[in-house]
C-alpha cells in the first residue's frame, strides 16, 4: 500500500505570514499533484510535478518534489485569507492517484 | 457548464436502505474515477472506469458497492444495505487518458446514514 503523509494536519497563521506543508512517503511515484478543496466542493489541482527536483511557482505558491521523487513540499509566501483552504498531495502511481490526509490552512486576517 | 456534475449533492438515508449516486463527466474525457472522503481525511480510491470498462477496484470496496459505466459516459454508485459507516462525500472526477492530465472532480455527494 503507497501511503502519503502530510504534515502538519493543521495549520493557523496571521495574514502576511508564509507557511510550508510537507508531503512524504516511502514510494516513489511518477508524478506527485498539489489540490486545494474548499468545503463542500471537490479539490481543484493547484499543480503537477513529475521530475525529481522540480521546482514549480504559481504566484505566491512553490511547490517542490523532491529528488528521489518521494516527498513534496508546498510552501506559500505572505499567506492571504484566501489562502484558507484543505491542501491535498497525491501521488500518480498506474492508473490511479493516491491522496495524503491533508493539510488544513486557516489564514487570519 | 462544462464541469463534473454529481446528483444529488445530499443524500439521506436510513439504515439498510439502497442508495444510487450519478456522476456526469466531461464530455470528452474518457476516465472517471470513484472517490469517497470521510471528515478532516483525503479522498480515498474507491473505482476507476477507461469507457465503459471498470478497470480497478479498492479491496476497500464491499461487495454492497457497485459501479456502472453504460455506454462509457455517466456513471452510476450504487450502495445497497447501508451502514452508517457509509456516510462520507463521495467525489467522482474524470480526465483525459494519462494522469499528468488535470483530473476534474465534482462537487460530491455527501450521504448521511442515520
Known amino acids: 500500500t503507497q501511503l502519503l503523509e502530510q504534515s502538519p494536519q493543521f495549520l493557523s497563521i496571521q495574514e502576511g505570514e508564509n507557511l510550508t506543508v510537507y508531503c512524504n512517503s516511502s514510494s516513489v511515484f511518477s508524478s506527485l499533484q498539489w489540490y486545494r478543496q474548499e468545503p463542500g466542493e471537490g479539490p481543484v489541482l493547484l499543480v503537477t510535478v513529475v521530475t525529481g527536483g522540480e521546482v514549480k511557482k504559481l504566484k505566491r505558491l512553490t511547490f517542490q518534489f523532491g529528488d528521489a521523487r518521494k516527498d513534496s513540499s508546498l510552501h506559500i509566501t505572505a499567506a492571504q485569507p484566501g489562502d484558507t483552504g484543505l491542501y491535498l498531495c497525491?501521488?500518480?502511481?498506474?492508473?490511479?492517484?493516491?491522496f495524503g490526509g491533508g493539510t488544513r490552512v486557516l489564514v487570519k486576517p | 457548464d462544462t464541469g463534473v456534475s454529481q446528483d444529488p449533492r445530499h443524500k439521506i438515508t436510513k439504515r439498510g436502505q439502497n442508495v444510487t449516486f450519478r456522476c456526469d463527466p466531461i464530455s470528452e474525457h474518457n476516465r472517471l474515477y470513484w472517490y469517497r472522503q470521510t471528515l478532516g481525511q483525503g479522498p480515498e480510491f474507491l473505482t476507476y472506469?477507461?469507457?465503459?470498462?471498470?478497470?480497478?477496484k479498492s479491496r476497500l470496496l464491499s461487495d454492497r458497492f457497485s459501479a456502472e459505466r453504460p455506454k462509457g459516459s455517466f456513471s452510476t454508485l450504487e450502495i445497497q444495505r447501508t451502514e452508517q459507516g457509509d456516510s462520507a462525500m463521495y467525489l467522482c472526477a474524470s480526465t483525459v487518458q494519462g494522469l499528468r492530465e488535470k483530473l476534474f472532480f465534482g462537487s460530491g455527494t455527501q450521504l448521511s446514514v442515520l
Open positions: 472506469f477507461q469507457n465503459e470498462a471498470q478497470l480497478e
Open positions: 497525491a501521488g500518480a502511481a498506474g492508473n490511479k492517484l493516491t
